[in-house]
């Protein structure tokens, strides 16, 4: 995989790929990376944190993992778009670190790693995680099991949130995990029963909270607030109303109500 075609396939904008072209990042540093990325993680962070050029470092260093990572991609036989679409990411938070800091560089990078590391995969619209349940939940027809394989569901940032899309990607989910997972979790603030004091019934996002079965609320989650207007404030009055969501979530806010966040399950092999 040549770094080039990569930086095509994940959508990286011309800028960002300037800075990786022109980096002196070396075969020999990179080997020295990769061995602490794979021997002592703990390291690796902490030699990555303690850099002057943390954010534009993990950009050049990320993009060379993911290159790296194609071998192992290819040899559990998984094809090119699905290796491309689950690098996506990095373009994704690259754009966000610009926007952030206004500089050119990766930000959620231990985030990437989970796909470094074939540990996160994005299948369509949505990202799919598969782990071992951590602790017994109670769903409306059935208890999980603490230590059972369930697979985690993630929403990538930038792209309508379309049902039939969604729906698409558990369809591709189903198929390349197979029947040992049938349990899909979601932890969302896209799944808090509070959207719906604020969004009409045929909105993308009411859709996608009808496709699971809703477990547990956090009624105490900020994450709607981070993910709809780029930050959290403690003055809700300062937030922008650039959109018709972040209007109407500010409204909700400001009558000293909360969006939170909500848990739901979806079952799969149906």
Partial sequence: ???????????????????????????????????????DEKRFYEELRKRNDQRKFALILFAALA???????????????????????????NRECRRRYG?????????????VRLQLFRLGRLQFEPEILPKELLGRNEILTEGMP???????????????????????????FGKEYRIYLCESWLLSPRLKDILEEDSNIIRFQKLF?????????????????????????????????????????LSNKKIGAGLGGWVGNH
């Fill in 1 to 39: 995989m040549k770094m080039e075609y990569f930086m095509d396939q994940i959508r990286l904008s011309d800028s960002a790929k300037r800075v990786i072209r022109e980096s002196n990042f070396t075969e020999q540093e990179f080997q020295e990376w990769k061995n602490w990325y794979e021997h």
């Fill in 67 to 93: 290159v790296d990572a194609y071998k192992e991609y290819q040899k559990r036989g998984i094809e090119d778009q699905i290796y491309f679409d689950t690098f996506r990411d990095i373009a994704i938070w």
């Fill in 103 to 115: 500089e050119e560089g990766l930000i959620e990078e231990e985030w990437i790693g989970k796909s």
């Fill in 150 to 176: 369930v697979i985690y569901v993630h929403i990538p940032a930038e792209e309508p949130l379309e049902e039939y899309a969604c729906r698409e990607s558990f369809r591709k989910a189903e198929i390349f």
């Fill in 213 to 253: 079965e809703l477990i547990q609320v956090d009624e105490d989650s900020l994450q709607a607030e981070e993910r709809v207007f780029g930050e959290v404030l403690s003055d809700k009055s300062q937030y922008a109303e650039k959109t018709s969501l972040q209007r109407s979530m500010k409204k909700y806010l």
